[in-house]
Structures are given as C-alpha cells and as structure tokens.
T-cell receptor, first 110, second 117 residues
Framework: QKEVEQNSGPLSVPEGAIASLNCTYS??????FFWYRQYSGKSPELIMF????GDKEDGRFTAQLNKASQYVSLLIRDSQPSDSATYLC??????????FGAGTRLAVHP | KAGVTQTPRYLIKTRGQQVTLSCSPI?????VSWYQQTPGQGLQFLFE???????NKGNFPGRFSGRQFSNSRSEMNVSTLELGDSALYLC????????????????FGPGTRLTVL
C-alpha cells in the first residue's frame, strides 16, 4: 500500500464547476498536510496547508481534513481553465520530509 | 523577497560522471530539502538539512549526498551517475522545519533538469 494515494485522473470538469480532489494516507500519526499545484514543466507551487480536522478556506480553494478516516481533500470552486494542472497531495513524514502522492491531473474545459 | 534559486537549470552528463547541484533558499529560511521527480516514481524525498546538519534522509543510495553551508545554501552531489538518475531535482526551503510535530511549509525552487546519457 502506498503511503499517500491519489487518483491519477484526468479529472475533467467544465469551467465554473467545483473540482474535488481526494487523497488518502496511511500513517495515522501524520499531522501536517499540503496541497501543491504543478503546471507541466514547472515546479510545485504551494496552494494550501492544513493541520486540524475540518475545513480551511482560502479564496476559491477549500482543504478538508478527516484524520479519523485518514483523508484529505481539496475543493476548487468556480474552476477556471488556468486551474488545469497536476495537484499533488503531500503528507509530512518528519523533519520536513514530505511524502507525495502521484498527483491528480485536472482538466478544466471551457 | 526572492524565491528559491537553483543552479544550473539544465545539465547533461554521461554515465559514471558526478554532478553537483546548488540551491539558495529564501532569505531567512534555514531548512533545505531535496527531492527527485521522475515520471515513474513521482516526487521522492532525498534529504533535509537544517543549520548545516542532515536531519532526515530518504531511501536513496549513498551515491546521493548533500551538505549545507553556514549561509543556509545547500548543494547535493550525485556520484557515478546512472541512466536512472535522469530526473528533475527540486530543492525546497522552509523557515525552520518541524516544530512540535508540525512541518513547516516548503517552497520549491524551479529545479535542475539532469539528463544522463
């Protein structure tokens, strides 16, 4: 079983819709969770981090964490074509070691 | 504030050679982590340095090594290059790393694209 699992996609959503990206992790002791966006040929860019159970909102982005179910999600409201990218879920594994999922490719079509 | 910088951006080497990559963190950041990204394995953690000390290491062979200088700049070295070392090598910096079990947010540089022929 991989430590951090994501559906590779592609997840295709129409412009203006809500995109829902999901991630599960295996280490029950994990405390820090991150979402990065990576455009093709570029480096990962931090979108959000979340440490506590519940929802955390930042503009069009909402991160949701459920530690009991070992589940993290990212919602993107009012999706735009510029949101088309690979979204990487990362879980902290001690001393700034991030364990990444394989990433979910999101395609937002006009 | 300037972001994380990495040099060189592109590198072509042949098997058996060695290579040194450089990373300058965001000003004031003291933790530097290195990652390897390949299409097959994704993003994998190599090691992390804080105050010139390696605090964490991933599952890579000893050919991969690194160091950090007193100004927080970091280098990683790969000796005896293999074809499978072709990858994007990413450096990420954070303010101080883990505190109280929480990991600090990491900001990535543009990466060094290494091609081994």
């Amino acid at each position: 079983q991989k430590e951090v699992e994501q559906n590779s996609g592609p997840l295709s959503v129409p412009e203006g819709a809500i995109a829902s990206l999901n991630c599960t992790y295996s280490d029950r002791g994990s405390q820090s969770f991150f979402w990065y966006r990576q455009y093709s040929g570029k480096s990962p860019e931090l979108i959000m981090f979340i440490y506590s159970n519940g929802d955390k909102e930042d503009g069009r982005f909402t991160a949701q964490l459920n530690k009991a179910s070992q589940y993290v999600s990212l919602l993107i409201r009012d999706s735009q074509p510029s949101d088309s990218a690979t979204y990487l879920c990362a879980v902290a594994g001690g001393y700034n070691k991030l364990i990444f999922g394989a990433g979910t490719r999101l395609a937002v079509h006009p | 504030k300037a972001g994380v910088t990495q040099t060189p951006r592109y590198l072509i080497k042949t098997r058996g050679q060695q290579v040194t990559l450089s990373c300058s963190p965001i000003s004031g950041h003291r933790s530097v982590s290195w990652y390897q990204q390949t299409p097959g394995q994704g993003l994998q953690f190599l090691f992390e340095y804080f105050s010139e000390t390696q605090r964490n290491k991933g599952n890579f062979p000893g050919r991969f090594s690194g160091r950090q200088f007193s100004n927080s700049r970091s280098e990683m070295n790969v000796s005896t290059l293999e074809l499978g070392d072709s990858a994007l090598y990413l450096c990420a910096s954070s303010l101080q790393g883990s505190t109280g079990g929480q990991s600090d947010t990491q900001y990535f540089g543009p990466g060094t694209r290494l091609t081994v022929l």
